[in-house]
Structure formats: C-alpha cells, structure tokens
C-alpha cells in the first residue's frame, strides 16, 4: 500500500477511532482545618477547552493498523495535572476487551499522546480546581484501519 494512502488510512481511524470524554468533578468539597466541608462548586470548563484537550490527544495519536481486535478495547486513564497543564506521575490505566497484545500496543499508544501532548496550555488557570484530575475515557470501537 502506498506510503500516502497509510497515512491517510491512519488519520481517518485515528478521527474516529476514539471517543475521549472527560470526566471532572461536578462540585469539589475541600476539607478546611476544623474539618468541616465546603460545598462550592467547582468551575466549569467549556466545551471548546475539552475539544481543545481531546485534539491535542487524538492529533498525537499513532497505532499501527494490523490490530484486528481494537475495536473491543476501552480505556480509562486517570491523569493529574499541574497548574501549567503538565502531566504529573504516570496516569492510573484500566484497560478491558481485545487481546493482551492488542490492549499493551493500544495502551501505550494512548499514553504516549496524553504526554505528548502536554502540556495542556488551553486550560485556563483560573479554572484548575475543574482540571488538576481528569478521567479520559477511549473507546476504540470504531476503528476502520
């Protein structure tokens, strides 16, 4: 197969290959020092920023397509940030469906674009208590490769 029709193959499973969504807490409860409970709400991110987010990740993504099983495999990436949108530590992964083989390769390649594609500048600052921890959540159900 030409080296061109690769490439176009591969951006067009990885447009919509995966569904990222993102899971922030819908109010934050932050302990104060008497031990009694906030309930303020936590800021709301727009859509626009967690397009943003979603194509930083899908743009960096890259898997090779000879996985016949992918489109069994979903993934939940716990990841923290830091206030300049750095990844901090490894994400916490939990993977189910496909083959061994399959969910390491799929697996790797996801974490490789989430850090790849910090740090996440297009999070406002102001907003970082929406932020600090999101779950991606991919779905590779629809994989055309």
């Not at 067009?12 to 008497?34: C, D, N, Q, Y």
Request: net charge positive.
């Amino acid at each position: 197969m030409p080296r061109s029709l690769c490439h176009l193959l591969k951006a067009i499973g990885i447009l919509t290959m995966f569904t990222v969504t993102f899971a922030f807490p819908l109010s934050v409860h932050a302990e104060t020092k008497s031990g009694e409970k906030s309930d303020r709400k936590a800021p709301i991110l727009t859509v626009a920023v967690i397009n943003a987010m979603r194509n930083a990740i899908e743009n960096r993504f890259v898997l090779p397509g000879d996985l016949k099983d992918a489109g069994n495999v979903r993934l939940s990436f716990h990841v923290r940030l830091d206030m300049d949108g750095r990844v901090i530590g490894t994400p916490d992964t939990e993977v189910s469906g496909g083959s061994e083989r399959t969910r390491k390769i799929i697996t790797d390649a996801a974490l490789r674009a989430i850090t790849r594609a910090a740090p996440y500048t297009m999070l406002p600052k102001d907003k970082y208590d929406a932020w600090k921890e999101v779950i991606l959540n991919f779905d590779a159900s629809q994989l055309n490769l």
